[in-house]
């Protein structure tokens, strides 16, 4: 899956998970650094979740024409 364009994004682990990105960095053919890894690993994931459409399952309720609000009440009342 291919993209135009692409997005910075800046996030935090726990450090057992940064040792643990640093290891693979070390071990295997995954990026050279921890944010390497890291990249690869979620966009991996992402991918896969829209391969198997996950993130059709998984997509916030599309508001009605209405403008409802978040309890299903329409908005103004």
């Known amino acids: 899956m291919a993209d135009d364009k692409s997005e910075p994004l800046d996030f935090?682990?726990?450090?057992v998970l940064y040792k643990y990105l640093g290891y693979l960095a070390k071990h295997t053919t995954l990026?050279?650094?921890?944010?390497?890894?890291?990249r690869f690993l979620?966009?991996?994931?992402?991918?896969?979740?829209?391969?198997?459409?996950?993130?059709?399952k998984l997509?916030?309720?599309?508001d009605s024409p209405d403008e409802t609000t978040e309890s299903g009440t329409p908005s103004g009342h």
């Open 12 to 15: 935090r682990v726990s450090a």
């Open 31 to 38: 990026g050279q650094k921890e944010t390497d890894v890291a």
């Open 42 to 56: 979620l966009t991996e994931r992402l991918n896969d979740m829209v391969r198997t459409k996950e993130h059709d």
């Open 59 to 62: 997509k916030p309720p599309q």
